[in-house]
Every structure is written in structure tokens, then in C-alpha cells.
């Protein structure tokens, strides 16, 4: 079965980066749609960004847009999430999650998503 893994979260200043990292040890991710999502202490779990398998198709929250971008390196068999400007209303547990489903398109729903990893925690603070 599929595991994702994350990793790259961390503590941070508000204005500072992080690259957030999804692999799958032993599998390839090259079949795969992958998703961010991240929750909040107290929210629901929300979309953040999301690469096709065909990785023609990205997509992100309105909220993220001009500061998150998603990217896949298939020699490393990874799905970044390069978050810059990051604000406090940022943190949160940020997965990944993979949709077999999915080929050319991809959601910020977690329907389609049929694979997670345990999260990574981002924190934005002074």
C-alpha cells in the first residue's frame, strides 16, 4: 500500500520560506495526482495545492496563490511545496495525499484522495 511521507515543516518568522517535501519510499509517484491539504488547530482540513500525474494541471487556494508553488522532481520521486511570505494564519499540519483517480486534473478536495501521510507541522511566529 502507498505511504506518503512529508518533511521539511518547521518554526519560522512571518515572511520567512519553507519547502515541504512528499515522497513514497518504494513506490513511484509519477502515477499518481498528489494534493497538499492542511488544518488548523479547530478547522477543517483545507486544500492548499494540488500537480496532476500528467503534472500539466496545478491548482491552489486563493489565499496561497503568488506565494505557494507545487512542483514534482521525478528523479527524486518527490511533490515539493515551496511556501514563501508565509503568514501566521499559515500554520497548520500540512499532508500530502495521492489520487490514483485522477490524471489530468487535479481538486483541493480530499475525495478523490486515497492515500495520506502523518503531516508535517508548520508554525509561523515571531
Known amino acids: 500500500q502507498l505511504q506518503l511521507v512529508e518533511s521539511g515543516g518547521g518554526l519560522v518568522q512571518p515572511g520567512g520560506s519553507l519547502r515541504l517535501s512528499c515522497t513514497a519510499p518504494?513506490?513511484?509517484?509519477?502515477?499518481?495526482?498528489i494534493g497538499w491539504f492542511r488544518q488548523a488547530p479547530g478547522k477543517e482540513r483545507e486544500g492548499v495545492s494540488c500537480?496532476?500525474?500528467?503534472?500539466?494541471?496545478?491548482s491552489y487556494v486563493e489565499s496561497v496563490k503568488g506565494r505557494f508553488t507545487i512542483s514534482r522532481d521525478k528523479a527524486k520521486n518527490s511533490v515539493y511545496l515551496q511556501m514563501n511570505s508565509l503568514k501566521p494564519e499559515d500554520t497548520a499540519i500540512y499532508y500530502c495525499?495521492?489520487?490514483?483517480?485522477?490524471?489530468?486534473?487535479?481538486?483541493?478536495?480530499?475525495?478523490?484522495?486515497?492515500?495520506w501521510g502523518q503531516g508535517t507541522l508548520v508554525t509561523v511566529s515571531s
Open positions: 495525499a495521492a489520487a490514483w483517480s485522477l490524471v489530468a486534473t487535479c481538486v483541493l478536495d480530499t475525495g478523490p484522495y486515497d492515500s
Open positions: 518504494g513506490f513511484s509517484l509519477d502515477y499518481y495526482t
Open positions: 500537480i496532476s500525474r500528467t503534472t500539466i494541471r496545478t
